[in-house]
RNA sequence: GGCCCGAUAGUUCAACGGAUAGAACGGAAGUUUCCUAAACUUUAAAUCGUGGUUCGAUUCCACGUCGGGCUACCA
């Protein structure tokens, strides 16, 4: 379908060649979707066109309004004021344009464009349990995944487990010092969260043992490197690199214990992955790269044995790439798996969807798979993400100031009931209803709450004002949705047939119906935006908006009241529509929508 | 020090270089004989500063101020 813009933009461009006699690209030309305080629909500013015309900006508009009324029969009216050139259409092609909507089951998806992309995201490490940063970086993954699948791409959901490493072997070690026996099963604590209590403790012990050390006369730095059970953690770590059989053995099981909890809380976020990594499995990545960027000269070795990428050319510094002992660093290990993946999937791009504290770690990144010759380099997108803050300023877990994410969602789901039970309106639910109907609000309250602000901003996050059910929240469209809902529900009960082949055309639609026709109309162009920002912050506002719109719609036009059955059924197909947009807009940012609430 | 990012009503967020800068929460005042008041209506309230480019700047550029991040042979 054309949508109205570019409709305009064509025959925009026919009047001035008509007029003036100029070829201008169609393209070049601003359109714009009228303000609510003019009469029209589109706006054409004309001030870039003056170099054709020679005359005011008045004239100008007025020359082209008037060869559109005239030529384009599906344009009927025009204003010009100062620069502005408002359109009005007719109100019969507002009728074509939504019959073309209400027949398009798929309205807002993209066609395909052919191309396969990874996302990789959430990308956890294995020694804490999940918090509010982690959680904005798995809505933000879930969500850019499902719009970039709306672009019409394949998709493929991948994260980055951080099993290994000197971080994990603290846990171990505090473990066996002081939760020696103790189990997930045994204590009723979620692995994941037990995990995180030995790596606190495991602090608590190495900071002790610093005091001490101090206390004895030694400096601050050498105690910070003398402690012993940080030396422990070192030797264990060495010894898991060696495959101790012990070392090996505990490492598995309280991964596991961990792999567990990560999957309750993943589940009751409603994400999941087509493909998990493990850095256990990975992390020797991309040392055979080293050889390629020695050979090609992209790296230089150091006397001590030590590889580096000199990028002080680019603006940037030397970046380690190998250590003098032969072992790899993390950005070893990305430059490997991202050729692993490249190659393995015939990726056309690949989205990292990391906080912004990594940036300068993507720039090198980027720039040297560019260097060793990867055309693709440049197709790797770092979708860099603000810090998520509190009232008191940043998440410290020193402090304890972390925002559980499973306390969040239980929270959330809390305060759901809550609300819910105030209205009383939901008796006859059964149980089971009422705890997916709580659990649906709750999360819809976060994830839209997460999701609106634009990803690369840092957010404020107050646990207090965040669980609002009223205005520009998650809550609120899914409260309209399950209005649309009642209101369908109930023409059914007084037996109004309605369907795509009951549109009748010839009718008036009001102004405020223009209005949801023409916003329902801008649903592609929106995720098109969406996809070339990846932010799927557009799409949040957009639903919102969607359902103010209705609000306010509803508010004075008495639809099941109407006596005329041919504009009650097209009433009621629009709001059918309106609710369809409603969750296809919605399900990209993972948020669903009751039938009832 | 160097590099990157941000700054909009009291607060949290919007605004392809376009008209009188939009919402929401909170404040003030109202509305329930179509669906479900988790709604709707009215109202007060903001572009960090100084220059520049432009017919036009919240938006682009420069400088400054403030805030955040990065600047490990950590990940």
Redesign the pocket.
């Not at 004021?81 to 502005?84: A, D, H, N, Q, R």
């Not at 009751?594 to 609430?597: D, F, G, H, I």
């Given at each position: 379908m054309k949508t109205p813009e570019l409709f305009i933009q064509e025959k925009a461009a026919q009047a001035l060649s008509s007029l003036y006699g100029q070829t201008v690209d169609p393209s070049t030309l601003?359109?714009?979707v009228?303000?609510?305080?003019?009469e029209?629909d589109y706006?054409l500013?004309v001030?870039?066109l003056?170099r054709l015309s020679r005359t005011s900006?008045e004239a100008t508009g007025n020359a082209i309004g008037e060869w559109l009324v005239a030529n384009v029969p599906e344009i009927s009216r025009f204003n010009c004021?100062?620069?502005?050139l408002?359109i009005l259409f007719s109100s019969v092609y507002w009728d074509e344009v939504f019959a073309l909507i209400a027949a398009d089951e798929d309205f807002g998806r993209l066609p395909s464009t052919g191309k396969r992309v990874m996302v990789e995201f959430s990308s956890p490490?294995t020694n804490k349990p999940l918090h509010l940063g982690h959680i904005r970086n798995n809505l933000l993954g879930d969500s850019v995944s499902r719009l970039l699948k709306a672009g019409g791409n394949e998709v493929i959901k991948a994260t980055l487990v951080?099993d290994?490493?000197?971080?994990i072997c603290k846990s171990m070690l505090a473990w066996q010092k002081c939760f020696e026996g103790k189990t997930p099963e045994s204590t009723g604590i979620k692995g994941d969260h037990l995990v995180g209590d030995c790596y606190v403790a495991f602090d608590k012990l190495y900071k002790a043992e610093v005091k001490n050390l101090m206390d004895s006369g030694m400096d601050e730095e050498t105690a910070k490197k003398e402690a012993p059970s940080l030396k422990e953690a070192h030797e264990m770590l060495v010894k898991w690199e060696r495959n101790d059989p012990e070392v090996r053995e505990l490492w598995a099981m309280m991964n596991e214990w961990v792999f567990k909890g990560f999957d309750e809380t993943y589940k009751a976020l409603g994400i999941d992955f087509d493909k998990v990594y493990y850095?256990s499995r990975t992390?020797l990545l991309g040392k055979d790269l080293v050889q390629k960027g020695l050979d090609k000269g992209v790296f230089v070795r150091?006397p001590?044995?030590?590889v580096w990428c000199d990028l002080t050319a680019d603006?940037?510094?030397r970046k380690?790439v190998l250590?003098?002992?032969g072992?790899?660093?993390?950005?070893t290990?990305d430059l490997g798996t991202a050729a692993s993946r490249f190659e393995e999937y015939d990726l056309d791009s690949h989205v990292y969807v990391v906080?912004?504290?990594?940036?300068?770690?993507f720039?090198v990144l980027k720039l040297i798979l560019g260097k060793l010759g990867f055309d693709w380099a440049e197709r790797i997108y770092h979708l860099s993400y603000?810090?998520v803050?509190l009232p008191e300023?940043?998440m410290k877990s020193r402090e304890g100031t972390v925002v559980d994410a499973d306390d969040l969602i239980q929270k959330m789901y809390d305060e759901?009931k809550a609300?819910?039970e105030?209205?009383g309106?939901?008796s006859d639910m059964s149980e089971e209803e009422k705890d997916r109907?709580y659990h649906m609000?709750g999360l819809g309250a976060l994830k839209y709450?997460i999701i609106?602000?634009?990803p690369?901003?840092?957010?404020?996050?107050?646990p207090k004002?965040?669980i609002?059910?009223?205005?520009?929240?998650g809550?609120?469209i899914?409260?309209?949705h399950?209005?649309?809902?009642?209101?369908l529900?109930?023409a059914a009960q007084q037996g109004v047939g309605f369907g795509p082949s009951d549109i009748t055309t010839d009718l008036e639609p009001s102004a405020k119906e223009v209005r949801l026709i023409k916003l329902l109309g801008l649903y592609p162009d929106k995720v098109a935006?969406a996809v070339a920002a990846f932010?799927p912050?557009?799409i949040a506002?957009y639903a919102?908006d969607l359902?103010?719109e209705f609000?306010?719609y509803?508010?004075?036009?008495?639809?099941?009241?109407?006596e005329n059955q041919a504009l009650l059924k097209f009433r009621l197909e629009l709001l059918l529509v309106l609710a369809r947009t409603l969750v296809s807009a919605t399900g990209i940012l993972g948020i669903e929508l009751?039938?009832?609430?």
């Open positions: 601003q359109v714009g009228t303000r609510k305080e003019f029209g706006t500013v001030f870039p003056l900006p004021v100062k620069g502005f408002n490490n951080n290994r490493g000197v971080h850095e992390y150091d001590d044995g030590s603006g940037l510094d380690i250590r003098s002992d072992t790899s660093v993390y950005m290990q906080g912004n504290e990594q940036d300068y770690h720039q603000g810090m803050e300023g940043k759901a609300t819910s105030e209205s309106k939901l109907l609000i709450f609106k602000v634009d690369k901003k840092t957010m404020l996050f107050d004002e965040s609002d059910f009223n205005g520009n929240t809550p609120f899914q409260y309209t399950a209005r649309i809902c009642s209101i529900r109930k935006e932010s912050a557009v506002n919102y359902a103010k609000n306010q509803y508010h004075d036009t008495p639809v099941l009241r109407e009751p039938e009832r609430m």
